[in-house]
């Protein structure tokens, strides 16, 4: 069973606005979460992180939000842009887990439209 | 050649065939990996090394054998692969295994089992 979940396969925004991606999980242990960006024929980029200790982290366009209690986190880029086209993963780690090992979704295509 | 980089970029292979990926990185880091993205599934952790010992193998079919000679290269050999073995294999490396330490990808390898 998937441990981390991204329910929307594809995303498609008009330039300029909001894009929000979320992310599900089910493992309560974990505590460190990450988001990465993939574009074709490239491999994953790393984008922005976030501690449980926090509930929001802000880096330029992009603020990854995340409910505990929910088990829930978002990356919101604002304003949108044409180059963010791209596939997103979002991705956790636990404290007790084996090393280096990440959990990542399936991933979401977002496409921003001139 | 700056940081992370994989040949070759396609593979097609028959199943009794024999062939080696390569990865490497040029970014002085101590940990390397092995992924697997089939497709519609998650990136799938499948072997680390730190400092060319291997601390992870996750649960891994003996037909994939990888090596790390040294921090800077890690190949994956592979022999008598099913056509289920068809994936995106991406190779990433990291400063150190830490959960905190960010992964960098190589583009990956294409390979298809006929």
């Known amino acids: 069973d998937q441990q981390v979940k991204q329910n929307s396969p594809s995303l498609s925004v008009q330039e300029g606005r909001i894009s929000i991606l979320n992310c599900d999980y089910t493992?309560?242990?974990?505590?460190?979460f990450l988001w990465y960006k993939k574009y074709p024929a490239e491999g994953p980029t790393f984008l922005i992180s976030?501690?449980?200790?926090?509930d929001k982290n802000e880096d330029g366009r992009f603020t990854v939000f995340l409910n505990k209690s929910a088990k829930h986190l978002s990356l919101h880029i604002v304003p949108s842009q044409p180059g963010d086209s791209a596939v997103y993963f979002c991705?956790?780690?636990?404290?007790?887990?084996?090393?280096?090992?990440?959990?990542f979704g399936k991933g979401t295509k977002l496409s921003v439209k001139p | 050649e700056t940081g992370v980089t994989q040949t070759p970029r396609h593979l097609v292979m028959g199943m009794t065939n024999k062939k080696s990926l390569k990865c490497e990185q040029h970014l002085g880091h101590n940990a390397m990996y092995w992924y697997k993205q089939s497709a519609k599934k998650p990136l799938e952790l499948m072997f680390v090394?730190?400092?060319?010992?291997?601390?992870e193998n996750n649960s891994v079919p003996s037909r994939f054998s990888p090596e790390c000679p040294n921090s800077s290269h890690l190949f994956l050999h592979l022999h008598t692969l099913q056509p289920e073995d068809s994936a995106l294999y991406l190779c990433a490396s990291s400063l150190g295994t830490g959960r905190l330490n960010e992964q960098f990808f190589g583009p990956g390898t294409r390979l298809t089992v006929l």
């Open positions: 090394y730190s400092l060319e010992e291997r601390v």
């Open positions: 976030i501690s449980s200790i926090k």
């Open positions: 493992n309560s242990m974990f505590d460190y």
């Open positions: 991705a956790a780690s636990s404290l007790g887990g084996s090393q280096g090992n990440l959990i």
